[in-house]
């Protein structure tokens, strides 16, 4: 079955820029009946929706975090990136990747998760 | 923005019990509805889609029911396994796809 990995830095300094990957195992990226989604999740708190892109390299973002996000994606390598740019403390959160069907969008498998913690 | 709002906030129950949560949406996203479960350092878990068809290997303790604004997961027999936070998430009117602030379950 699709397996989902986060990676990246665990510790970013603030005004700096979040890179985060997504590995997906057991299946393509490259599928048009997914959304392959960013979702964190600050400490304690509830879930948050980032942003998505499509296997056509379309993307969608939620419009709070829009001027510093981006995702991308790197089909050889069957992987797909989260950049957010200009990070703070508020930034600080548990991320994870998940899969979503395009006809009805829920999240399932989820990566385990990576905490990303900014701080100087 | 659907804004998804759930209640209680906490809900205790006893091992065995029936457990009812509520998730109400800002409008109305007809049957565009999920659950998640999420235990401590884990992901959340698909329970439900489509406000009432259980995900693969999911337990027919859980049930969901609702349309439009008004939804509602129940565990029917609560197991020591189930006690964590539940999750309402709407996937009818996006971007941004939207979740719940969460019903915590715990033991009473």
């Known amino acids: 079955q699709v397996q989902l990995q986060e990676s990246g830095p665990r510790l970013v300094k603030p005004s700096q820029t979040l890179s985060l990957t997504c590995t997906v195992s057991g299946g393509s990226i490259f599928n048009g009946d997914f959304y392959w989604s960013w979702i964190r999740q600050p400490p304690g708190k509830g879930l948050e929706w980032i942003g998505h892109?499509?296997?056509?390299?379309?993307?969608h973002y939620n419009q709070s975090l829009k001027s510093r996000v981006t995702i991308s994606q790197d089909t050889s390598k069957n992987q797909f990136s989260l950049r957010l740019t200009s990070v703070t403390a508020a930034d600080t959160a548990m991320y994870y990747c998940?899969?979503?069907?395009?006809?009805?969008?829920?999240?399932?498998?989820w990566g385990q998760g990576i905490l990303v913690t900014v701080s100087s | 923005e659907i804004v998804m709002t759930q209640s209680p906030a906490t809900l205790s129950v006893s091992p065995g019990e029936r457990a009812t949560l509520s998730c109400r949406a800002s409008q109305s996203v007809r049957s565009s509805l999920a659950w998640y479960q999420q235990k401590p350092g884990q992901a959340p878990r698909l329970l439900i889609h489509g406000a009432s068809t259980r995900a693969t290997g999911i337990p027919d303790r859980f049930s969901g029911s609702g349309f439009g604004t008004e939804f509602t997961l129940t565990i029917s027999s609560l197991q020591s396994e189930d006690f964590a936070v539940y999750y309402c998430?709407?996937?009818?009117?996006?971007?941004?796809?939207?979740f719940g602030g969460g019903t915590n379950v715990e033991i009473k």
């Open positions: 998430q709407q996937y009818s009117n996006w971007p941004p796809l939207t």
């Open positions: 998940a899969r979503a069907p395009v006809t009805t969008v829920r999240f399932d498998p």
């Open positions: 892109i499509f296997y056509s390299g379309n993307t």
